[in-house]
């Protein structure tokens, strides 16, 4: 059984994913508004891994005995001055999860909860990867987006991004 100050962390944690996903689908909807088709499919397969992240959550959570509770997902409200300034806010709120998800981590080493350590650490990992992502995002577009034929050839590469599930996932 849980401790019910992670499984409330790691429920709210589900939220949180699943809004990262909206955040990440509202992205692709300004690429696709603006002609970016690589940028905006970059984002759609973003969001499919956000949800398989709160779909580990909630698989955790349910192999612990927890009943999973959904709350509303935020709306997804921010407004994109240019091209750049989602792959800035993307950055910032991978940041952000990473933040998160060392609190939870924090209270389970507290409370001496290894199994769900354990369960963290891919996502630690992950992390580690996304925060990477998304700050390469972020320098390529500094880089390469100024001109138009940089912005195609980076549109073109980001096309390029093929799903693939997160096969190993977490230990559960
Ligand atoms: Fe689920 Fe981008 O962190």
Known sequence: MLHQKIAKLVNEQVNKELYSAYLYLDFANHYADAGLDGFAHWYEIQAQEERDHAMMMRRYLIDNGVRVQFEAIEKPDKKYADNAAPLAAGYEHEQYVTSLINTIYGEAFALKDFKTMQFLDWFIKE???????????????????????????????????????SATGPAM
């Open 127 to 165: 992390q580690g990867e996304e925060e990477k992502n998304a700050e390469d995002m972020v320098r390529k577009m500094q880089l390469f987006g100024g001109d138009a034929k940089g912005l195609y050839a980076l549109n073109a590469e980001l096309a390029a991004r093929v799903y693939a599930p």
